[in-house]
């Protein structure tokens, strides 16, 4: 499995980060691609040329990259195109009402039919019922986050969780 980490903006202009994780990885024997590095179309725009050479660092020792909250900032194709991105996030706001409101439903299928003609996968945020989730889910939606799969939870809850799990 994965586990994908928050990256705060301040961290996107720092080389030397990146050999922190890369360090921390090698040292706990673990695979780069299990660990995807989330970061905001915002964030990635206080500075975007650091923040694009950060992003293919990380992509390129072998680190997923997610981008979060999609839809929700800055989101040019252009940019998009050219980012060395895994994943992206529809954001929540998308997301939740979708089942009872048809452009929000028609924004989400439009994001996972855009995310998968670039190669990528999609993770929707904030599913909060089995019905949002059926329609991801026949949409062609590759993940799912949110309160009706999890809540959020310490690291000793989730294996036990993990092992208990319809979801794993």
Known sequence: FTI???LPPALLTNHDFVDFVSSAV????IEPS????EV???AMMMNPKKSLEILHEF?????????DDFGT???SLAYLKN????????DKSFVMNMANDSKDENIVKAAIDLAHTLDLKIVAEGV???????MLTAMGCDYAQGYYIAKPMPGDDLVVWMKNSEWC
């Open 4 to 6: 994908a980490v928050n």
């Open 26 to 29: 090698s040292i706990w024997d």
């Open 34 to 37: 299990s660990l995807v590095l």
């Open 40 to 42: 905001t179309e915002g």
């Open 59 to 67: 992509h390129q020792r072998g680190f997923g990259v997610s981008i």
């Open 73 to 75: 900032g800055y989101s």
């Open 83 to 90: 980012l060395p991105a895994d994943e992206i996030k529809i």
């Open 128 to 134: 909060k019922d089995e019905k949002t989730l059926d």
